[in-house]
């Protein structure tokens, strides 16, 4: 069972992408330990009402916004801090992976895909920070956790855009941690290989799966509450010498030095 000692009590986050796999795992652990949660959702309102109403605790909200438009991301941090009354946590887990093969795609539908990718994974992510920093600084600082992908090193073969988008959020992830420490505030990027959720759990039972779970000397993929685990100890406060640091979570199935 969950330790639900409120070790975040008082404290408030931001989660986008809350509304499934893991950054709804993300925000379930957050409200157990105390904190109050901005649920984001893009498109399904629904799902992300469902988890919020489901939460430990009271004061939580859910806020939808189109992570592709700089105006609405500035927009959602705003909203996020009129509703909590202050920030001292963001994370960045929405994202999107559309498969688009160099050799088979003609060049419209490359660039569309291209430039939509990077908007949501890279841009959206980037515009978010810029919107939060102020309001994590009056805080007193706080914590960053960008979601990103063994994809950023193992590559991306079917989708290269994804595989770019979160190499390059790995990059602003350490620059930002550099840049943000005098004011406290602390960013680490997470970097999950495959994780079983419900998004996932048909292809993975599916003919492709067998060998995806060969690429793990476990014999399997990470599930989303080990990957929520992590985001808890990066904003905790007890491992705040992490910043800057890209956390791995893929069960041995690519590793690098």
């Not at 994590?136 to 063994?150: C, F, M, P």
């Not at 509450?225 to 800057?244: K, M, P, Y």
Request: proline letters at 4%; aromatic letters at 4%.
């Amino acid at each position: 069972m969950t330790d639900s000692t409120g070790d975040l009590q008082g404290r408030t986050a931001l989660v986008t992408g809350g509304g499934r796999g893991i950054g709804a795992a993300v925000v379930r652990l957050l409200a157990e330990r105390g904190a109050r949660v901005a649920v984001h959702y893009g498109r399904d309102r629904e799902a992300a009402a469902t988890v919020a109403a489901g939460l430990s605790g009271a004061g939580h909200c859910v806020l939808g916004a189109d992570l592709g438009e700089p105006a609405a991301a500035t927009g959602l941090v705003a909203r996020a801090v009129d509703e909590l009354g202050r920030l001292d946590i963001l994370v960045n887990n929405a994202g999107i992976y559309e498969p688009h093969d160099v050799s088979e795609v003609d060049a419209a539908t490359w660039q569309t895909t291209w430039r939509r990718t990077l908007a949501v994974n890279l841009d959206g992510p980037a515009q978010l920070i810029h919107a939060a920093v102020p309001a994590l600084a009056e805080a007193g600082g706080g914590h960053i956790v960008n979601i990103t992908s063994r994809g950023a090193f193992r590559g991306e073969p079917e989708a290269p855009a994804y595989g770019a988008s979160k190499a390059a959020l790995n990059s602003l992830s350490q620059s930002l941690a550099v840049k943000l420490a005098p004011l406290g505030i602390h960013v680490v990027a997470v970097a999950p290989g495959w994780v079983e959720t419900d998004m996932t759990r048909a292809y993975l039972a599916g003919p492709e799966g067998e060998g995806i779970l060969n690429q793990s000397p476990l014999g399997r993929t990470a599930v989303a509450a080990e990957i929520a685990e992590v985001v808890l100890l990066v904003v905790s406060g007890r491992a705040d010498a992490l910043t800057g640091g890209i956390i791995d979570v893929n069960c041995a199935s690519y590793l690098r030095s």
